[in-house]
Each structure stands twice: as C-alpha cells, then as structure tokens.
C-alpha cells in the first residue's frame, strides 16, 4: 500500500510564497556567462545576416572638428577655427532616423573614433533611441584597439571579414585609402561641415541602403553617385591641412584611425 504524504507536513520549500532562491555569487557569475555568451551569439548572427551600415560620428552627424578637453573628457564640443562653440553634437542624427525608418533590417556597427577615445557605451548612449536600438557593435575592439589599422577603410574591411558580413554600407567622411573597386561600399559627404545635410546625401544614402536590402549589386549605382577621384583631389588636401580628423582629448592634431 502506498504511503501518503500529507500536504501539511510538507517541508516549506525555499521559494515558498512565489520568492526564488538567493543564489550564491558564483551562480551568478555563471549565469551572467551564459547570458552573454547567448547575447555574443545573437549578435553574430545580426552580423552575419542583417544589412550593417558602418557609422562615423565626426563629419557626418555634426562638423569633422570634434575635441574633448583633459578637464572635461566627457563633455566633447564643436570646434571652428580652433576655437570651441555652442554648435550641436549630432545635429544630423534626426536625419539618419527619418532614412533608416524606411529600413527596419539595418543595423549600425560603429567605426566612429568616440569608441576608441571615450568608450563604446558612451558613443552609444549619445544617439537618439531610435538609432541606439540598432547598434549591434563595434569596429574598435580586440586587436583593433591595441593595432588600429593606418586607414579607416582597412578598419572597416578587416572586420567586415572576421564576422562574416554579407551585406555593408559605409557612412563616413573619410574617403582616403578606398580603392575604386570598392568605392561603391562608401557613402561620403564632400562637405564634412555640412555632413548627412548636405544636398542629395540624404537621397544618395536612402538608395544605397535600398539596393543593400534588396540584395542587389551597389556598384549599379556607382556612375550616379560622386566621383571618387574628384572627391579625394578636391578635399583631401584640405582636410589634412585644415582640420584635426576625428575626435580626441587634449591634443590639436590627430586622425581617424
């Protein structure tokens, strides 16, 4: 016959009234593991299938010349004529949010320099909610923080490789070391002062990321878009004499990677 076990002796257990368990703080730690291991993972895959645009901040959402100072580090401003103003970080975010609605797909990889120089949640945590949501990562870690490439397109490329993206789209300003076979995976404004403002940028990168969605080959638009050797001899001599190139702390000159 079998023994019964009446409820009321039971032993109350010890998440008894609907209260987990206190985990100890090396289940914890395991769990935490786990969870980004599932978060790195999923993040992979975003890279692998999703549509990844590459962003800068620097000369396409606001003005090329952006400069943090040692005593404020966190408060980066707007330089003209080497002096700081009031003028807007990100002035041109709005706009990048009004062009990728039309693109739920897309996400953002940052290859900005503000991750290198004041940290990837930082940089993140300066956009707009509608474009953080798509920021799946960055350029700037591993090895690529300690030997950054000389070039920004080899930054880009290099990446690109070791997480297996299929489908990329640049958005930045800086235009040097992109050969002409791949000119057509950058989208640039001529003008880095006026950035994604500047006439017919917004349309040229609305339909970049069109093609980019549809899996459609970009160099079909390439003999539409600027052209790239007139782009680099009508602004590359000025950029280098006239502009520090991406955001730094404390110095008057630097580069983008």
């Not at 690529?144 to 290099?158: E, G, Q, S, V, Y």
């Not at 076979?181 to 001529?190: D, E, I, T």
């Not at 609305?206 to 638009?221: H, N, P, W």
Request: charged share 25%.
């Amino acid at each position: 016959m079998a023994t019964k076990h009446p409820v009321d002796s039971a032993e109350p257990s010890s998440n008894a009234g609907g209260r987990l368990p206190m985990l100890k703080p090396e289940h914890v730690a395991v769990l935490h593991d786990i969870v980004m291991q599932r978060v790195h993972r999923c993040r992979s895959t975003l890279f692998r299938m999703a549509p990844i645009l590459y962003l800068d901040y620097d000369g396409v959402l606001h003005p090329p010349d952006v400069r943090a100072t040692k005593a404020e580090p966190l408060r980066p401003r707007v330089y003209e004529k080497g002096q700081p103003t009031d003028r807007p970080l990100f002035e041109h975010a709005s706009l990048l949010v009004t062009i990728l609605a039309a693109f739920p797909e897309v996400r953002i990889s940052l290859a900005t320099s503000w991750v290198r120089t004041l940290g990837y949640e930082f940089a993140v945590q300066q956009l707009p909610p509608a474009l953080q949501n798509r920021v799946v990562g960055t350029i700037w870690q591993g090895w690529m923080l300690k030997f950054p490439p000389p070039r920004r397109h080899d930054a880009i490329t290099a990446d690109a490789e070791e997480r297996g993206v299929g489908r990329w789209l640049a958005l930045d300003d800086d235009v040097e070391g992109w050969p002409s076979n791949r000119r057509h995976l950058l989208v640039a404004p001529k003008n880095p002062w006026q950035g994604l403002s500047q006439p017919g940028l917004a349309e040229e990168l609305s339909a970049a990321i069109k093609l980019l969605c549809t899996g459609e080959r970009l160099e079909v638009q390439l003999a539409e878009r600027l052209n790239y050797r007139s782009l680099r001899s009508t602004f590359s001599t000025e950029r280098a004499a006239s502009r520090p190139r991406g955001l730094h702390i404390g110095a008057k000159n630097g580069r983008k990677p």
